[in-house]
């Protein structure tokens, strides 16, 4: 998403695929570990935890995760040390951008269909912000609640539900509000069912880590 300098790629689905089966690796026991078989998938406890959490307050979010999951499609949720460098066409040697807080890639099959959506979120990035700024708990959850909500309502499902890259639903193009664009209408009305406020620029004010950034 270009607001927190994520851009969308398309990635070959049997390189990004071959790498799944290796994300339960050091992960906890139990839900932590996602079924291949759920349409949201998460291997890192702490995703998993916020994915459900945002699950049990949006009705939205729940109709349209089992809406794709009828479809047979998926978004598969990783951190940055779970994407293999080579699993992203492009970018072999250089890897996931440290920088970015999240991206969402969709994977192309056949350079058409649409079957699953790979959301990457930096944690530790988002972790170390909120470390200096000395964040409470609740504030750094917040944010990847906002983050996540952003990567996989705003966009991910999106694509799922298309089935194809037709189905982009965009950030802010310039000159555009933020209200009018696509993924951030999507993101503000689960951010209104889970009391987590209006995202109303395309920058990071939308955030609580953006009182750091500001000063930096």
Known sequence: ?????????????????????????????????????????????????????????????????????????????????????????????????????????????????INAVVVVVNLPLIADVHARMGSLPGEHDADLDRILIHEVYGHALPYLLSGTLAGRCADPAEGERASQACAIQRENAVRGELGLGRRVDAGLQGLSLARATSRW
């Open 1 to 113: 998403m270009s607001g927190w300098r994520a851009r969308l790629a398309l990635v070959a689905l049997g390189l990004v695929m071959a790498s799944v089966p290796t994300l339960g690796q050091g992960a906890a026991p139990g839900r932590a570990v996602a079924s291949m078989g759920e349409p949201l998938q998460a291997t890192h406890p702490t995703l998993r935890a916020r994915l459900d959490r945002i699950a049990a307050g949006s009705a939205l979010w729940r109709e349209a995760v089992e809406a794709a999951g009828k479809l047979g499609r998926r978004v598969i949720v990783l951190t940055p040390d779970q994407v293999h460098p080579s699993a992203v066409e492009g970018r072999a040697k250089a890897g996931i951008d440290s920088g970015l807080l999240a991206e969402a890639m969709p994977i192309a099959h056949d350079g058409v269909r």
